[in-house]
């Protein structure tokens, strides 16, 4: 099974979830061998009233997609213009005490 499509700021599934049916008898059961990767993806069997037969249904519970925050930092650019101009200070106090 393949997500194509995902609400407005949710995330799709990361990748396919593989579903076998098979028959016990007359009985289907379904798995998803990968299911272990997708805790969010539930098979379940429902009972339909209304035919009187139970129905497969494949949950997919949706993932919020989150805001990163922002990295990284301003930069070390003005500490060494400060340093730079310190040290020019320096310089300068040094050369007019002589």
């Known amino acids: 099974m ?9 995330e799709l599934l990361p990748q396919p979830v593989d579903i076998q049916l098979t ?4 009985t289907p ?16 069997q ?9 129905i497969w ?9 989150g805001e990163l925050p922002q990295a990284g930092g301003r930069g070390v650019g003005l500490f060494v ?4 101009m310190i040290f020019g200070c320096a310089m300068w106090l040094r050369r007019r005490n002589k």
């Open 23 to 26: 028959f016990d008898g007359d």
């Open 57 to 65: 249904v494949i949950q997919v519970a949706d993932v919020r997609r």
């Open 2 to 10: 393949v997500e194509t499509k995902a609400p407005e700021g949710y």
């Open 29 to 44: 059961k379904m798995n998803a061998s990968n299911q272990a990767n997708f805790p969010g993806v539930e098979l379940i």
């Open 46 to 54: 429902r009972e339909q009233p209304s035919v009187g037969e139970k």
């Open 81 to 84: 213009l400060g340093a730079a």
